[in-house]
């Protein structure tokens, strides 16, 4: 059974009742305790987090899944509860599709441990110098079933980002390389790589990111940017996604072969796609787009040619069976990246595309102008992604904020949820106390990926009116 296929049998449970652990209640009510003892905040110091918005009727009823700042990989139904935790040294815990792993339900990969790497120095500003030693596949138990790290080329994984099981049994791994590669001015480079692991832990393919540099679509002129970077995180790929099934491959377009693997590289703005078979770049989209103004946001009619991407994150292609298969969404931060910086509007919104990848063109866009606010009130500049769910609502993490939220296609927000879960830490300069709710990456999760009588709750959550809202003055 596919997750596409458990995503289609969901039904809408509107009576269900569930119960849920007592430590998980406490757990949630610490980290309030833990913001109200931090002073005001450079954000807005007072505002609610859980499940803020909620229509069952017009949702798609789920589990969600994402690590929060606490190390821990939450499942939770859409009224917040925390149904499930595995453990996560870091912040990537990813569902494996029961489809692609012998019908297993509830397991997730997860960063098992965390050392000292080489490479992170390579990074100006870099707050953790620490790299994934280890990382692993855990059952629903919390039972580690598969695991690389020991046997990866450096001694440990150094896996980053993203991660994906495949039909096959084996593991593709995006991790970093730091090796140095003729022609860059930085001596030694943080490169992109693909490991594809067997379940014994081994390494049996290989991809480089830097032995493609030509077929990244670079003029001359950008190559010579990108090789003299004064970051050794050259590319920065944030993302590592297999083709699958599609139209286009079914028609006879060999480019999207469903076991080709899909990147995107944030510092270089283009998406593209790997042939598994030759290594080579089969397709790309970017590094090149129609223009954007820096002073007015970009058109909002569709369809129309793909215009300027910038800092992007989750691309992939939306799996058979789901509104819009075979198109690829991406969430388009609207940062600053490429080579060189790319021209984004001053005070536009970050966005999420829908792209039809045979004729490069935007078929449906999502940004802040949708739901009825300005652009720049939907903004991530970085982390980020977007999933299109079976009703046709689109899933969406607007990480930096750590707010996840369904849209319709229309715009109309159904469910908003906000990260409690916040990373706490202190400030170098200051040493004043820091609080970060972030996400990397919210993952929506069917309910028939967990074993039978996993509870959950769908009961309606209706935000007060803004004007409502207000604290009263004390005495």
């Keep these: 059974m596919t997750l596409t296929t458990t995503f289609k049998m969901l039904h809408n449970s509107p009576g269900s009742t569930a119960r849920f652990s007592p430590v998980l209640s406490q757990a949630m009510l ?59 040294a870091a912040s990537h815990s990813t569902l494996i599709d029961p489809a692609v792993n012998g019908g297993k339900l509830g ?86 790589v693909v490991y594809e692991v067997n379940p014994a832990g081994e390494v049996v393919w290989k991809w480089i990111a830097s032995e493609h540099i030509n077929e990244f679509g670079f003029s001359p002129s950008e190559l010579k940017l990108v090789r003299n970077a004064d970051i050794a995180d050259y590319l920065h790929v944030n993302n590592l996604k297999v083709v699958g099934p599609n139209r286009w491959f079914a028609a006879g377009d060999k480019r999207f072969d469903p076991e080709n693997l899909l990147f995107d590289a944030r510092n270089a703005n283009f998406i593209a796609i790997i042939d598994k078979k030759t290594g080579k770049i089969a397709w790309r989209l970017g590094p090149h787009y129609k223009a954007a103004s820096e002073e007015q946001s970009q058109p909002r009619n569709v369809p129309r040619p793909v215009d300027q991407i910038s800092a992007q994150h989750d691309a992939h292609i939306i799996p058979e069976g789901l509104p819009g298969a075979g198109n690829l969404l991406v969430f388009d931060n609207q940062g600053l990246a490429g080579y060189p910086t790319a021209a984004v509007p001053r005070t536009g919104g970050s966005r999420v595309l829908e792209i039809d990848p045979v004729k490069n063109e935007i078929v449906w866009q999502y940004t802040g102008e949708d739901s009825g606010g300005p652009a720049w009130s939907f903004r991530s500049t970085h982390i980020s992604a977007a999933r299109r769910l079976p009703n046709g609502n689109t899933f969406i993490d607007e990480g930096q904020s750590g707010r996840l939220f369904q849209v319709t296609r229309d715009g109309d927000i159904v469910w908003e949820y906000v990260n409690p879960y916040v990373r706490i830490g202190k400030d170098k300069l200051t040493g004043r106390a820091t609080a970060n709710n972030q996400l990397y990456r919210g993952q929506p999760v069917p309910y028939e990926w967990v074993p039978s009588g996993t509870p959950h709750s769908e009961k309606t959550v209706v935000p007060p009116e803004s004007s409502q809202a207000s604290i009263p003055p004390g005495p």
């Design 107 to 192: 397991h997730v990969f997860v960063t098992l441990e965390m050392t000292e790497g080489i490479g992170t120095d390579l990074v100006p500003g870099q707050v953790s110098r620490k790299v994934s030693k280890t990382v692993g596949e855990l059952d629903w138990d919390g039972k580690t079933v598969w695991s690389f790290g020991d046997k990866a080329p450096s001694g440990a994984a150094q896996q980053h980002h993203d991660w994906a099981r495949l039909p096959n049994g084996n593991t593709v791994v995006l991790a970093n390389l730091v090796h140095p590669v003729k022609g860059f001015k930085q001596p030694q480079v943080l490169d992109d």
């Design 30 to 88: 610490g980290a309030v305790g833990v913001l109200l003892s931090l002073s005001a905040s450079a954000a807005p110091s007072i505002y609610p987090t859980g499940t803020t918005r909620y229509d069952p009727a017009k949702a798609f009823n789920s589990f969600v899944l994402f690590t929060g700042g606490d190390n821990i990989a939450h499942l939770i139904d859409l009224n917040g509860n925390s149904v499930h935790e595995w453990k996560d």
